[in-house]
């Protein structure tokens, strides 16, 4: 266990490590200055542009910016569904699957088009190699470069410079899938196939067991999707069991390593604010924010699935930790990842926006459980998704001087930029719309017949599954509780539309608040003025994210998790 | 394609999205004028 524990924290020093030598390289990305993979992928960005007719050095006010956005989107969804849709008729399809659902597609779509990566499917069941690589995976790298770009555009605004503009979507976009993930793809993949992950286009090799039946081993060309599926926070694996599967993630340092890509791009981003503007410490500030949430959550998870299951102990089955057994609750875990490292994913992958799971989250413990579904209501901020993070902690961050500025009754400001009832009306909008989707969704759904014939289980735990999708969906993370049959056409129509408000309904206004932001003038900082760089606003910020962000869910919790703990330990089991 | 309908109401759905999403451009540019 000890040596577990060890494990985690190297994970989370060497994310630390690399995301501090990634920011400098970022911030010459989205400066276009000259980085050491310039001669090579300059022409390729290049070749980008004249392709998609961009001019390199148009500004875009945040209007025409945020319409970009809305094109890609639209337009490359589109091209998924009909994609999904006419399978049977595209090549790479080797098994014969025939065409997707419509309201399979049209979720499939929305959900990898956001990042969301929420899969209402097996994959290994349902999708032709043509739909993972080209229609699915496109979106792995395109919704990863958009969260990059909207995040870039919010820190332009917020830094010094007096342009009205934020940038452009165009540019920003391409030059967050040429130099960044591109080449860490490349590089990821290469050790994830060295460790045993599968990479091929050949059919499904048949075995013939002792028992004599013959059984088809699905794989595919599934190495390089596994490190985009992390590094760009998707977690739409191509198995159904996603990182839990041997050929997506054979060992216990692959899972370590898939952990570590899923935090590099997030606290890269927070370290290259705080460069971008020009205070290192300011960056720091909020990195260490995130990083505190995050230990805290992956600690108050290891100890919840390492304590076991009180059921069981009961009866007198031993869940020590011994020299031949992991310990703990082991229900829906890997033996070769055990409690601790599980654990560990599991606050990683909601942490960020990844959700990919490497344990069944049905089968934690209520208060392990918790632990991801917390982390995905307050808005994936502890680091977030890629971009997605840094922005939605920013607003935090405004309201949190808005609150300081009225405590002390002056008019707040974040470096030096004045925070104005305009700025803290967006970033109220923006922070609203996911306890309004997550929660509107579930009581529709506890109401509705149709989705009260989703979750597998009775009671507080039934509760929980329904109110894990629709987190999951809305905060475009992806994991699933897996309790919940959600392949129906209202389960499929409800989670597309929240999926679709939380991304879009949540990054509109922060676009808008970039945009009021872009262009202020900087105020120098006074003796009154707040400093957002210290361990106190560190402090003031958990404090605010805790009372904004968990406080709004703490009756649903209380309806779910809390009281299928409680329920536990007293000994009456969810349909049991 | 032989579930034409469903097809249809999903891209209504979709369509239904993106044109709330332009409008909700238009009405937060009008908040930060």
Do not use: C
Not at chain 1, 185 to 207: E, N
Not at chain 2, 19 to 32: D, N, R
Request: net charge neutral; proline share 5%; glycine share 12%.
């Amino acid at each position: 266990m000890l040596l577990d524990i060890v494990g985690a924290a190297i994970t989370f020093i060497a994310v630390g490590i690399g995301a501090w030598f990634l920011a400098p390289y970022l911030v010459k990305v989205f400066t276009g200055e000259r980085v050491f993979l310039s001669p090579v992928l300059r022409p390729v960005e290049r070749g980008a542009y004249w392709l998609m007719g961009v001019k390199e050095d148009e500004e875009q006010s945040w209007p025409r910016y945020a319409v970009a956005v809305l094109a890609v989107t639209v337009t490359s969804l589109v091209f998924t569904y009909f994609v999904l849709r006419l399978q049977d008729h595209l090549p790479f399809n080797p098994q014969g699957f025939g065409p997707v659902a419509p309201d399979l597609a049209m979720n499939t779509a929305i959900s990898f088009t956001t990042n969301t990566n929420w899969q209402n499917y097996t994959g290994e069941q349902t999708m032709s190699y043509f739909s993972q690589m080209v229609g699915l995976v496109m979106h792995n790298f395109l919704s990863a470069a958009t969260g990059i770009a909207m995040a870039v555009a919010l820190v332009r605004a917020i830094s010094s410079r007096q342009l009205k503009t934020i940038g452009n979507f165009y540019v920003d976009a391409t030059r967050a899938t040429i130099y960044v993930l591109l080449p860490i793809s490349i590089v990821a993949a290469v050790i994830l196939l060295s460790q045993g992950a599968v990479q091929t286009l050949s059919s499904y090799p048949v075995a013939h067991t002792l028992e004599g039946v013959q059984q088809a081993i699905a794989v595919g060309p599934f190495a390089s999707q596994e490190v985009i599926k992390d590094l760009g926070n998707n977690g739409g694996g191509p198995f159904n069991a996603n990182s839990a599967h041997p050929f997506e993630n054979p060992n216990g340092f692959t899972n370590q390593f898939e952990i570590f890509l899923e935090l590099l791009i997030p606290f890269g981003l927070v370290l290259m604010f705080g460069r971008v503007v020009g205070n290192v410490k300011q960056g720091v500030a909020v990195a260490a924010t995130m990083g505190i949430i995050l230990v805290g959550a992956t600690g108050l998870a290891a100890w919840a699935e390492q304590s076991g299951n009180p059921a069981l102990t009961a009866i007198g089955v031993t869940q020590t930790n011994t020299s031949t057994q992991a310990g703990g609750n082991m229900e829906g875990k890997e033996v070769r990842f055990g409690p601790i490292y599980s654990a560990q994913f599991a606050a990683a992958t909601t942490g960020t926006s990844t959700g990919a799971v490497d344990a069944s989250h049905d089968s934690l413990t209520p208060l392990g459980g918790m632990v991801p579904m917390v982390l995905m209501q307050l808005g994936e901020i502890t680091p977030g998704g890629v971009g997605a993070g840094l922005y939605g902690m920013l607003v935090f961050a405004i309201l949190a001087v808005f609150i300081a500025g009225l405590m002390v009754g002056r008019t707040p400001e974040y470096l030096g930029k004045k925070i104005e009832s305009k700025e803290v009306r967006l970033a109220a909008l923006a922070i609203l719309i996911l306890p309004a989707s997550i929660l509107g969704f579930t009581a529709l759904s506890v109401l509705a017949h149709a989705g009260l014939a989703g979750p597998l289980n009775p009671g507080a735990h039934g509760f929980s599954e329904i109110l894990y999708a629709f987190s999951s969906q809305t905060g475009n993370n992806g994991s699933a509780f897996a309790g919940l049959t959600g392949n129906t056409v209202y389960y499929n129509s409800t989670g597309g539309a929240a999926m679709w408000l939380g991304r879009y309904m949540m990054v509109l206004p922060i676009l808008a608040l970039a945009g009021a932001l872009a262009g202020k003038k900087v105020v120098p900082a006074g003796p009154g003025t707040l400093s957002t760089d210290t361990p106190l606003f560190v402090g003031l910020l958990i404090g605010v994210i805790f009372i904004v962000g968990a406080l709004t869910f703490f009756p649903a919790l209380a309806l779910g998790p809390i009281l299928d703990n409680l329920q536990l330990y007293a000994g009456h089991l969810a349909g049991g | 394609m032989r579930s034409m309908p469903l097809d249809l109401w999903m891209l209504g759905l979709l369509l239904l999205l993106a044109v709330a999403s332009y409008l909700y451009v238009a009405g937060l540019e009008e908040l930060t004028r």
